[in-house]
């Protein structure tokens, strides 16, 4: 079923950080099959390019494929330079590029915490210096969509710099959507829950225990599609969410609050066993 107009995102030009792969090329998909200009980017050359090349041939549109590591601005000032200079303008920034990897935190040497943070802290904070600076210098709005997880409100062992990092970007969410809307720029973030894609799943459930155990949380019992992500994410960066601005969606089947909930390892207990604490709990009356 068709959820958009096939105009949603008409004459909407959208930079996508990480855009070759996962949950970015997904939404890069979607943005293009409702009539937006795409560049997407990464540090893969080869990767991009076939991304590009591939999303063309099947959702037409235009995809422009651009060479950036998020940790270093110059490389960002660049990025910006080039699709700014390609499509005239940028209308919406995805910061959707991430690092991380599950690992006991003593583990981890400076450098591994650095890759992390680098890349979804320092990348995303230099995506949005560059890309707010032109705004607010050119008067233009602006929507800029950070992909956060539900776990930078939490908090998470096992991946504590990638948990550091996304509570930062969220507070830079929160923070501009303050500071920066009487530019006419919004901010907006989505929490996804566990979704397969092969970036994440290859460092964070590498083992098929690991990958039954992450589905064994989530309340309707399956991982998200990327679809339904891109389907939010177009909603979130369109005119028909221009109010929104500031907030974080959580997309993950209810599995956070699964976790939250003091009781909610009841859900294990048999038809059983519930007869028989049944009787137990009334035995107060
Ligand atoms: C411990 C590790 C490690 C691991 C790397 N390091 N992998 N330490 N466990 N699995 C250490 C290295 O030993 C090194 O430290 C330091 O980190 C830098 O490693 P490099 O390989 O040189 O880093 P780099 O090439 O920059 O790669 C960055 C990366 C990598 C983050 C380590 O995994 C990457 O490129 N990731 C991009 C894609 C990605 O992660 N996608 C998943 C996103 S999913 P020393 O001290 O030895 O030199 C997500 C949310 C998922 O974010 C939520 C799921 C529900
Ligand atoms: P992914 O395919 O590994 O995506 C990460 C992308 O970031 C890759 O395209 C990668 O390309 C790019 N990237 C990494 N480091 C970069 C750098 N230094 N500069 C530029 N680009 C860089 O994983 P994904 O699952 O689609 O993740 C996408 C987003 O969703 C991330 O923000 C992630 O935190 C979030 N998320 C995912 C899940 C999930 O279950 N999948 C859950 C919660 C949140 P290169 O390697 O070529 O640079």
């Known amino acids: 079923m068709e959820a958009f107009s096939k105009e949603l995102l008409k004459e909407t030009t959208i930079l996508i950080t990480g855009g070759g792969t996962g949950l970015g090329r997904a939404m890069a998909e979607r943005f293009l099959q409702l009539g937006a200009k795409v560049a997407i980017c990464g540090r893969r050359e080869e990767v991009l390019r076939s991304a590009a090349e591939e999303m063309t041939a099947g959702c037409g549109g235009e995809v422009l494929a651009q060479c950036c590591d998020v940790r270093d601005p110059e490389q960002v000032r660049d990025c ?5 200079r390609y499509f005239g303008s940028i209308d919406v920034l995805v910061n959707n590029a991430a690092g991380n990897f599950i690992s006991p935190t003593e583990r981890l040497s400076p450098r591994a915490v650095d890759a992390v ?3 979804v802290l320092h990348g995303t904070f230099y995506m949005t210096l560059e890309v707010g600076k032109r705004w607010i210098e050119q008067k233009r709005p602006g929507t800029m969509l950070n992909i956060a997880t539900t776990y930078a409100s939490t908090g998470s062992g096992y991946v504590v710099p990638s948990a550091a990092a996304k509570a930062g970007v969220l507070a830079l969410t929160r923070s501009l959507a303050v500071e920066w809307a009487p530019y ?3 901010q907006v973030a989505i929490a996804p829950g566990p979704f397969p894609t092969e970036g994440a799943w290859s460092r ?3 083992t098929p225990e690991l990958a039954e155990k992450m589905l ?8 998200g599609r990327p679809q339904e992500l891109a389907d939010l994410a177009a909603f979130l960066i369109s005119d ?12 993950d089947g209810g599995e956070w609050l699964r976790g939250a909930g003091q009781f909610n ?3 294990e207990v048999t038809k059983e066993e519930w ?3 049944s009787e137990l709990t009334r035995k107060g009356k």
């Not at 910006?80 to 700014?84: F, M, N, S």
């Not at 064994?216 to 991982?223: D, N, Q």
Request: glycine share 12%; no cysteine; proline share 5%.
């Open 80 to 84: 910006v330079d080039a699709v700014w």
């Open 117 to 119: 943070l680098g890349i």
């Open 240 to 251: 028909a969410a221009a109010y929104i601005n500031g907030e974080v969606i959580t997309i």
């Open 216 to 223: 064994g949380r989530v309340p309707l019992g399956r991982t």
């Open 265 to 267: 390892n009841l859900a």
């Open 204 to 206: 964070l459930s590498p």
């Open 275 to 277: 007869d028989r604490l």
């Open 184 to 186: 006419g720029i919004r």
